[in-house]
């Protein structure tokens, strides 16, 4: 049996064989759930992931809908807390509006400095800088050159290490699980963020009712990419030992992240013909049909993440880390 990537564990740890599900290869990969700290951790780094990585989606630039009326609105929630913003936070339950909404609530000014890290496309970028917020930048080292859009949002080909600025922001929207040696990574990231400073960084929540119920078929374990998923315990070890404490956790659940489970655990891949992906083409849920489903389906399962909402058992979870020395 394998040692937690997380805490080093190697005793009376549990074995799971999940497939690769995503691009539909079907390929086993075993992991570890480690008795101690609860995370999950691959078993192996798989010598090929680079190989593996290329038969990913290429990477496309943002198609943004300008609008006032929706900047307007999305403006006013990053840079208010009253009411009226948190009711357009409540609002916001789409997988990529989940990025937007983990700003809420943290007194973000258009000053602000923000690096996301794994940027990707580039659209969370793009997004802020049409929002105002003209000191964000990304980073994305799978970039084939650095890209600047017509709007001035920037993201470069580089990884953490190339950067040696200071922000008052550092998120990771669902990368940080993507990357090796997460304590190496989160002393850089210490580097970097100023004194007051945030680092955002959500993921698949190992904690969640879904990994209990699908167990291997759970669509949050993504293997091989996902090198490890930290337990609230796991993420409190690296912390510490980065010199961070976690000052505040969000929960949220995407009901396409249960029906993409659930078509997984009926060896329906991704991007299968009746895969969650090839029908929802990104568009949310409630303005295409999934086959798959009855519209009792579809209401059992909108119903069942509104109650995980509520219990704290989503599938998605936002740690927020700050300096130990802050006060």
């Known amino acids: ?61 943002p198609q943004y809908k300008k609008s006032f009326i929706r900047n307007f609105v999305r403006r006013y929630m990053l840079t208010h807390t009253n009411f009226i913003a948190k009711t357009i936070a409540e609002r916001l339950n789409g997988f990529n509006d989940l990025r937007l909404k983990a700003l809420y609530n943290l007194n973000l000014t258009e000053k602000s400095k923000i690096l996301d890290v794994g940027t990707g496309s580039g659209f969370f970028v793009y997004e802020l800088h049409e929002l105002g917020f003209k000191n964000t930048i990304g980073i994305e080292p799978a970039l084939h050159a650095d890209i600047t859009f017509e709007n001035g949002a920037q993201i470069f080909k580089k990884t953490l290490f190339d950067i040696d600025d200071k922000f008052d922001f550092i998120t990771f929207h669902h990368t940080f699980e993507h990357l090796e040696n997460p304590s190496q990574i989160l002393q850089k990231v210490a580097s970097l963020l100023k004194d007051d400073g945030i680092c ?3 993921l698949p929540n190992i904690e969640c009712w879904a990994f209990r119920f699908f167990k291997e078929h759970w669509s949050g374990i993504h293997p091989p990419y996902h090198l490890f998923l930290p337990s ?11 010199g961070f404490k976690i000052v505040d956790m969000r929960f949220e659940q995407p009901v396409e992240s249960l029906l993409r489970s659930f078509c997984y655990s009926l060896d329906f891949a991704s991007h299968d013909e009746f895969g969650t992906r090839s ?25 069942k993440a509104k109650r995980l909402k509520k ?8 740690f927020y880390l700050q300096k130990s020395n802050h006060k």
């Open 1 to 61: 049996m394998g040692v937690c990537y997380i805490c080093n564990n190697g005793e009376k740890n549990t074995a799971l064989f999940p497939k690769e599900m995503f691009l539909g290869l079907r390929d086993v990969f075993p992991y570890v759930f480690c008795s101690s700290c609860r995370s999950l951790s691959i078993e192996t780094i798989p010598t090929n992931l680079d190989e593996i990585y290329s038969k990913y989606p290429g990477l496309k630039h």
């Open 200 to 202: 955002l960084i959500s």
């Open 232 to 242: 609230k315990k796991g993420m409190e070890i690296l912390a510490k030992a980065s």
């Open 279 to 303: 029908l929802l083409k990104d568009q949310p849920l409630g303005r295409r049909k999934i086959p798959l489903f009855t519209e009792q389906e579809l209401t059992f399962w909108k119903e």
């Open 311 to 318: 219990d704290k058992l989503t599938d998605h979870i936002v």
